[in-house]
Nanobody
């Protein structure tokens, strides 16, 4: 019910915009998030936009470079990634949850997950 897209190969310093489109239900009242998983590493939180306030949250390593947003009318969320670094290379997953509490948004406890899209940043 979540479809992630927009990944690809980019040189360091470049930009990509990931999209997460929902189907089968409306995600307007859901907290939307992006996680990533590099080979041999655990899935880690990247960014989230909280359902009620629209407040955004980021892991420290992407602050100032990545921006999460949503388009309720299109039932979609986005992750604009600028100034990409080789360390950003990973499979990126979008996630959604209607009830997750603020203190848990950085944990991979979301009910709905997209299939992942590969982002590769070359040096």
């Amino acid at each position: 019910q979540l479809q992630a897209s927009g990944g690809g190969l980019v040189q360091a310093g470049g930009s990509l915009r990931l999209s997460c489109t929902g189907s089968g239900r409306t995600f307007r009242s859901y907290t939307m998030a992006w996680f990533r998983q590099a080979p041999g590493k655990e899935r880690e939180f990247v960014a989230a936009i909280f359902r009620s306030s629209g407040n955004t949250f980021y892991t420290d390593s992407v602050k100032g470079r990545f921006t999460i947003s949503r388009d309720i009318a299109k039932n979609a969320a986005y992750l604009q990634m600028n100034s990409l670094e080789p360390e950003d290379t990973a499979v990126y997953y979008c996630a959604a949850d209607a009830r997750i509490i603020l203190s848990s948004i950085r944990r991979p406890l979301y009910d709905y997950w997209g299939q992942g899209t590969q982002v590769t940043v070359s040096s």
